[in-house]
T-cell receptor, first 115, second 108 residues
Framework: EPEVTQTPSHQVTQMGQEVILRCVPISNHLYFYWYRQILGQKVEFLVSFYNNEISEKSEIFDDQFSVERPDGSNFTLKIRSTKLEDSAMYFC?????????????FGSGTRLTVV | KNEVEQSPQNLTAQEGEFITINCSYSVGISALHWLQQHPGGGIVSLFMLSSGKKKHGRLIATINIQEKHSSLHITASHPRDSAVYICAVRNYGQNFVFGPGTRLSVLP
């Protein structure tokens, strides 16, 4: 069964450093998403991406964050100047279409720890 | 903004028991998603519903659009079903709003 692949599975970084989280969505999917889950809290939407541009972003997704699809297969989330509160599990997801009944496929997540 | 609630928050069951997890939401939706999150953190999609009922193996999901309520049932529960079950809802053209999750432990 097709999978969404995320790398690395765990990243530890110093506060103030930049990190790039990588995702390889399912090849025929057109819509891409990043979510995050702070330990013990709900999953939260960060950003959706379609046709090489951001289609929607949440309040969390401020200037510190950016997304890119550099080569047609990878979908990356960059966090500039990381803060302690950025520590969370980050999930990438993709879907074939935006229509209500199309499911999402989630990646297994990247656990980011900012120290 | 849609508020999503789940009950119970935690559930412990004996192997073989029938389990029900409930989800309610405040605003009409276009789709509801049941997800399973394993102890390692990975998320697996179980069902996407916009009406009626779906069944996959021992899992059954139902939704009542008028009552803004969905249930996830697990028949003949097994210790490997132990996980956090998350309900997420989406309004037309918008992204998912997630519930807080129900932590299920099935004891042998």
């Amino acid at each position: 069964e097709p999978e969404v692949t995320q790398t690395p599975s765990h990243q530890v970084t110093q506060m103030g450093q930049e990190v790039i989280l990588r995702c390889v969505p399912i090849s025929n999917h057109l819509y891409f998403y990043w979510y995050r889950q702070i330990l013990g809290q709900k999953v939260e939407f960060l950003v959706s991406f379609y046709n090489n541009e951001i289609s929607e972003k949440s309040e969390i997704f401020d200037d510190q964050f950016s997304v890119e699809r550099p080569d047609g297969s990878n979908f990356t989330l960059k966090i500039r100047s990381t803060k302690l509160e950025d520590s969370a599990m980050y999930f990438c997801a993709s879907s074939e279409a935006l229509v209500a009944n199309y499911g999402y496929t989630f990646g297994s997540g990247t656990r980011l720890t900012v120290v | 903004k849609n508020e999503v609630e789940q009950s119970p928050q935690n559930l412990t069951a004996q192997e073989g028991e029938f389990i029900t997890i409930n989800c309610s939401y405040s605003v009409g939706i276009s789709a509801l998603h049941w997800l399973q999150q394993h102890p390692g953190g990975g998320i697996v999609s179980l069902f996407m519903l916009s009406s009626g009922k779906k069944k996959h193996g021992r899992l059954i999901a139902t939704i009542n659009i008028q009552e803004k309520h969905s249930s996830l049932h697990i028949t003949a529960s097994h210790p490997r079903d132990s996980a956090v079950y998350i309900c997420a809802v989406r309004n037309y053209g918008q992204n998912f709003v997630f519930g807080p999750g129900t932590r299920l432990s099935v004891l042998p």
